[in-house]
């Protein structure tokens, strides 16, 4: 499976995708390039170093649409199967989701529906809760709304900052995320509306 993943920024989760399909964890796949919205993403370098295709495709004042069919082209043209969002800063249009149908999957640091958007770890904090963590899940026009695949769940200590917490769920967000990719790369995935069903335990 042609992986393609979209990073705006450090990539921690594009580099943890990247090892595991070096590493042989996620069968018969390869990241067949990487795509950054931002010139200066700290990602793009690592994924280079790596030896990974990058790309750089900045939205220069055009409209999502535009900038997003010059992503899709990228995709075909690197026979991308999957796209993984791993920490894409922007929201996708109609015509990009209906390009990849349940083939699009995004990270989220916490557990949804909760907290939605920007700053997770922080709106879980300041909401109290004691127990957060990360979400896999495909992308629909909605954000951070589409079928879960996995979550993983960390304590919220009493001390904890927006920091501290941040830096727990991202170790479990890497586990996560390899162990999305590498049920849907063994296609061990049903989708059945908004619920997904693990086939080997269906
Ligand atoms: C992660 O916390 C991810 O859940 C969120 O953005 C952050 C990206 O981190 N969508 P990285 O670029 O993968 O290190």
Known sequence: MNIGI???????????????????????SEVAVVISDKSDAAGLGKARERGIKTSVIERNGRTREEHDAEIIAELRKNE????CLAGYMRLLSAGFIRSYPNRIVNIHPS?????????????AIEYGVKVSGCTVHFVDEDLDNGAIILQRTVEVLDDDTAETLSARILEQEHAAY?????????????????????????
Request: glycine content about 10%; aromatic content about 4%.
């Open 80 to 83: 991308v199967e999957l796209v």
């Open 178 to 202: 390899v162990e999305a990719v590498r049920r849907i790369a063994a296609r061990d995935l049903w989708i059945n509306g908004r619920r997904t069903v693990l086939i080997a335990e269906a």
């Open 6 to 28: 979209l990073i705006s920024g450090r990539g921690s989760n594009m580099i943890a995708i990247a090892d595991a399909v070096e590493s042989g964890e996620i069968g018969g």
């Open 111 to 123: 557990l949804l529906p909760s907290f939605r958007g920007l700053d997770a770890q922080k709106q």
